[in-house]
Structure formats: C-alpha cells, structure tokens
C-alpha cells in the first residue's frame, strides 16, 4: 500500500515539474516574440489583417521612396496578362515601387501560376490587357478560363485583397474587357477590393491613365496597411537585374547563332518555315521593282510547313516573329559602342527573366529581340536621364515628358534616334538590354484553306510606313521584314493562333440516310463500304456574308477557297455566298482580282460587291454596298440566319455594324435599341464575328 502511495506522489510530482517547464517555456516565448514584434514594428492587432499569409505590419516607414533596399515581408503578389509587353513592364515597375513601402513584391506571369493557388494569396494586383476583340492575352487565357468558371464556389477568394488595371484601346468594341471581367470575377468569389480598377487607353494616354490610377492605389494601399512615405518611379532609380559575363574570342568563335526557333516564346511551339512564295498583289508596282511609286506594296507570301509539326483551320491567325533592319542594328552598336561578333551571357541578381538567352551574340540580341525602332515611354525618357551629365539632355528628356510632351508625341522618335539625338546619354549594355522593349510577334489572318493546301500557308501582307517629320520614314517591323524575304532562300519563325473566324458547320446531314463527320467548318463523309453508287448527300448550311476591304479579305480568299474545294468533292455548300470587297481603284489595288472574278464565273461565289473609293467624285466604301444590298442583307440574316464576318480596321468595323444595325431597324420594323440588340444576339450566337485591328 505504502509503495503504491510512494508511485502516485512520484506521478504527481513529475507531472507538476511539466507543467511548471510548459508554463515557463510559454512565457520566455511571448517575451520573445514581443521584442521581436517591438523591433520590427508589428503589433498583434494589426496580425492577420490580409489573412494567414500576413504578418501584420503597423508601419513600415519609406519616406521620400527611399529604403534600405531589403524587401519587407508583407506580401503582394503582381499578376499580368500581357501580348506587346505593356502590361509585363508595368508589373515589374509596380514591383519595384512595392518594395520601397516594405513589400516583398513577386511579379507572375500568369501562363506560369497555379490558379487554384489564389486562394492562398493575402494582396494581389492584375495588370489585365485585352486583346483584339476583347479576347484574353495568350498568356493569360488558361486563368481567364478558370475565374470564369461557373462552378468556382462562392467565397473562395474570401482572403484575398485584389486590385486591378485593365489596359485597352478605345477603337475596339470590347474595351478592356478582360481587366474589367476579371475585377467582376475576383469580388464575386469573395475577393475584398482595395481600390476601384482603372482603365488604360492605349490608343490615348495609357501611361498617364495608369500613373492616375497608380496614385489611387498607392493612397488607398497606404491607408489600408497604415504605411507611410511616398512612392517614385522605379524606372526613375533603375538598377540592372543582371550583370553581363563577356565571352573570350575563343568562346565567342564557337557560338553559332542566327535565326532559329528560340527567339519566340517556346509556348507558341514555333518553327522556321521556308518561303515558297512572295508575290506582288498590286497592280500599280512596275515588273520587278518592290514598291509603286509612293513606296507602296501588298505581297502574297506562301511558306512551306510540310516536313514540320504545324497544323492549321483555315482562317487562323500566322503569328510571326519579325526582326530589325540590318542598317538600324549597324547604327545601334555603333552608338552603344559594342560589336557584332561580341558573345555574351546574362548572369540573373534576382528572379526576373532575362531579355535575350544566354549565351547571345550582341548582333543576335539587337536583331531578334530588341524593340528599338518603337517610341520610348515616358518612364523610359526619365531613366534615361540617369545616364547623362549633360544638363541639357536632362532638362529635354524632362521637357519630352512634360511641356513638350505634344511635340513628342507628334514627332515619334525611336528609342535608337533619341539616343543617337542625345549623344551624352552613357548607357551600359546591360542596362539597354533590360530596359529596352521585347520585339512582339505580329499576327496575320491565314488566307489559304486548309483542306487545299494543308502543307502550305499563305498570309497577305501590306507593307507598313509613313511619313513623320523632318523628313523621317517609319517602317512597319513585321511587314518590313516579311516583304524582303526570298522564296527558296529565307525562312520565318512562325507559330498558329486560333482564330474566331470558323465557317459554320451544317446543322443537319446525312449520306446515303447515314449520319456523317464535320471537321471545322468542312463536312467530310463517313467512309462508305463500296465506292459506288455516288453517295447522296444532303445538308442544310447558311448563307455567308463577308466583308473585307483591302488586305481584310485575306481570310475570305481562304473561305472562297474552301467553298471550291466543297464543291469539286461533291460535298455540302454553303447556298448563298457574298463577298464585299473595297480598295482604291479597280486598277490599282484590287488585289485578287482574277481570282474572286474566277470564283464568281463558277458559282463558287454567289455575289463580290466592290466599292472603289477613289473612282468617282464622292468616295464610296463597303459600307455603301451594304446599304444599296440592305434588303438582300435582311433577308439572309433572318429569313435564312447567314453568317456575317467582318475583317479590317476597327473604324471600319464600327461603321459596319451601325450599318447593319440600321438595315435590322429599317427591314425589321424595330427601335434602334431593339435592332442593336438584335446584333448583339448576332454576335453571341457566334453569327456576327469580327477580326478588326487598330
């Protein structure tokens, strides 16, 4: 008895002793945590503010914008969806900015994220471009998909504090679409808006609506964490993310660069493609010579993808990889005093992808990758005041951006003549490899069908320029470089872009009484067991209107072409074809003339209505043969629900469908707004499709 007494008083002790070490251990622990709190600056009713990842930070003081130049640790996480680089710039520069108040700022591309990982994140920032007719950017297409998702559950982003910038151009319908879908989306799930979004124009002043913007939300930041001091530019104080490892002679001899697949985003699945083709369209350009007398040109080019994995629809878009002018990268390299044949790799200080691959010879990187010949940003102009002690280069890069900003505007100077204008201006290569803009693919719509020439795409092509001043030429990248290559000889970097033009498919068909396949737009019957009798095929497919001035046809040659190829296979065809076409002159810039002509002699197409601008005293457009077509027109889009595709310019394409709203009007016995809703039902029923660029 006396030792089980002797065992409980053991017991007992030993259990007291761990309670006392428990007790003691909790206490040293919180009078640690409050030194650590009390040093750093956090207090515990600010913890959990922006959720579990947060710390919970009182003050970080970043007075004037300056820091120690350490990251803090309230998180942010900056997200862009970018196709020209714009919205990509921005983040980075938002980045930046983000650690002098104390963040540890982490730029996403979205292509790259884990959407289901969102969740998770405590503050997060989208720079949000759309593209073409409020499309997503390719980058950020699969995250569109996914907020979009109707069976994401309500309140899943209930921990997130977002903010977003939606960039755009007014020219198009569906102006920043995607930033302004993508806010929606974000508060519907849950997400607490810190700051109303803001727009950008980049057919305006974008820099200057996101500078506004920008303010708004570096306030409302502030206010919202109780931080303090003032946000400047980071492109203002820029310091290089990389630092440059030159290549020995030796090294540099080995280096085997020149066109390849690498200089496009491997996400495209590029390939190089021989040229087989490069003709000209116009009919006013002398035999053998490249432009008419005004400098003008339209080629047809054809590249051979037979030996290659590329697979296209008829209509999809051609993205191409376009380089500089040989003579502009000469004049480059001689103002940033590098060489040609100089080998070079890029070694990183941080996370950020690096401009050019490594190793990259200094001719390969101004060629392929640098986007020289494009008109500086303002935040560009005052970096680059950084590398000048001349205080008369600094006081007119300030001017470019100030009270000369117009004049700037209207003169159009590359980054390569403002350096060349301003002699004084010092600047690393390093340094210009990471502030200059990337080149951008240049997307054209596919003008071959697939069903013909599977193997072999075709593109048309306008070569791009204008007059600026003092006697200045500007010539369009891509375009430049797609009418100089030689059949036979050059090659091109090329990728496929799905594209929103696809011919409707039959709603009902049958062979022989059987059910048959349709592939994208063209019908393909089952195999049948005997090869005779003819199968009888029946199918029932809607007119098709398309309209398509100038180099806009390009996708309509590829329908015409597919509506030959229906035909000569004893397939379906489409009942109504119409083609409304406009140029200048019939004898000038009617480019496919023969052919259209030809196809309308077979009945491949039913009707090509041209309008030629400049042939009569008072110009005429397309939009004019619609409205002389008004009762035709009607009658297909609602008697029989023809299709209506339309490709060109975005004023164009405005002023399309005002005309067709107007016909819906008149013919329909409706109101304005009843007819423009009618087009709208068009157009979400996939009826009335647009490919318009600005």
């Not at 540099?252 to 660069?257: L, N, S």
């Not at 490899?433 to 048309?460: D, G, H, M, N, W």
């Not at 496919?592 to 030809?598: I, P, R, S, V």
Request: hydrophobic content about 35%; charged content about 25%.
């Amino acid at each position: 008895m006396s030792s089980v007494l002797l065992d409980i008083e053991i017991g007992l002790g030993e259990l007291i002793v761990s309670v006392l070490t428990l007790v003691v251990g909790y206490l040293v622990w919180q009078w640690w945590t409050a030194q650590k709190e009390a040093a750093s600056g956090l207090t515990r009713s600010d913890a959990g503010k922006l959720g579990s990842k947060m710390n919970g930070v009182s003050k970080h003081s970043a007075t004037n914008g300056t820091s120690d130049g350490k990251e803090g640790n309230l998180p942010m996480s900056i997200f862009f969806g970018s196709q020209s680089g714009t919205s990509e710039t921005f983040a980075h520069e938002l980045s930046e900015e983000a650690k002098l108040f104390g963040f540890k700022a982490v730029v996403h591309d979205l292509q790259d994220y884990n959407a289901d990982c969102l969740c998770d994140e405590s503050f997060a920032v989208f720079l949000m471009s759309t593209f073409g007719e409020g499309d997503p950017t390719d980058n950020a297409a699969e995250f569109y998909e996914w907020i979009n998702n109707e069976q994401r559950e309500e309140g899943e982003l209930s921990k997130v504090t977002f903010a977003v910038f939606a960039l755009g151009n007014r020219q198009y319908e569906h102006f920043c679409n995607i930033g302004r879908r993508v806010d929606h989306r974000l508060a519907e799930l849950g997400g607490n808006r810190l700051v109303e979004h803001g727009e950008g124009d980049d057919d305006g002043s974008l820099e200057d609506d996101y500078s506004t913007w920008k303010a708004q939300f570096w306030a409302r930041t502030k206010q919202h964490f109780g931080l303090s001091g003032e946000a400047m530019s980071a492109m203002a104080t820029f310091k290089p993310n990389f630092v440059i490892d030159w290549k020995s002679e030796e090294a540099a001899a080995r280096y085997i660069g020149g066109l390849s697949p690498s200089i496009c985003d491997p996400k495209h699945k590029p390939i190089l493609a021989k040229v087989v083709e490069n003709r000209q369209l116009r009919l006013d350009v002398p035999e053998g010579a490249d432009t008419n007398a005004d400098g003008e040109s339209t080629r047809h080019l054809e590249l051979d993808v037979s030996a290659l994995r590329l697979s296209y629809v008829t209509a999809d878009n051609l993205g191409v990889c376009p380089r500089n002018d040989y003579k502009s990268v000469g004049r480059l390299m001689t103002r940033l005093k590098v060489k040609p044949n100089q080998v070079l790799s890029l070694k990183p200080l941080g996370k950020r992808k690096a401009p050019v691959p490594s190793p990259c010879s200094v001719h390969d990187a101004l060629l392929w990758y640098c986007d020289f010949e494009s008109v500086p940003r303002a935040n560009l102009l005052t970096t680059l005041a950084q590398y000048t002690t001349d205080e008369g280069e600094k006081a007119q890069l300030h001017a470019w951006t100030h009270h000369e900003k117009e004049s700037y505007v209207r003169e159009e100077r590359s980054l390569l003549e403002v350096l060349e204008e301003l002699p004084g201006i010092d600047l690393p290569f390093v340094d210009f490899l990471e502030l200059c803009p990337r080149i951008q693919p240049r997307f054209y719509t596919i003008s071959s069908s697939s069903f013909v020439q599977p193997k072999q795409v075709a593109i048309t092509v306008a070569l791009s320029f204008k007059h600026k001043t003092r006697g200045r030429i500007y010539r369009g990248l891509a375009s430049t470089f797609l009418c100089g290559l030689t059949p036979g000889k050059d090659s091109a970097c090329v990728f496929i872009r799905p594209s929103s033009f696809r011919l409707p498919k039959p709603k009902r068909m049958f062979v022989n009484g059987s059910p048959v396949a349709a592939q994208s737009g063209a019908v393909t019957p089952a195999a049948s067991p005997s090869p005779s009798p003819p199968p009888s095929i029946q199918a029932v497919l809607p007119p098709v209107l398309m309209v398509g001035p100038g180099t806009g046809v390009a996708p309509f040659r590829a329908f015409i072409a597919e509506f030959g190829y229906l035909r000569s296979k004893n397939l379906p065809s489409f009942p109504s074809t119409h083609l409304f076409f406009g140029c200048r002159s019939r004898d000038v810039d009617f480019i496919y003339k023969d052919e259209f002509n030809a196809a309308v002699e077979k009945e491949t197409l039913s009707a090509l209505h041209t309008a030629f601008s400049r042939e009569q005293e008072q110009k005429v457009y397309v939009q004019s043969d619609l409205k002389a077509q008004a009762e035709k027109v009607w009658q297909l889009i609602s008697q029989q629900r023809a299709y209506f595709y339309v490709c060109g310019g975005t004023l164009m394409g405005r002023q399309v469908k005002e005309v067709v709203q107007h016909i819906v009007e008149q013919h329909g016995n409706m109101t304005a707004q009843a007819a423009a809703e009618y087009v709208k039902k068009m157009q979400t029923d996939g009826r009335y499709i647009q490919e318009l660029w600005s």
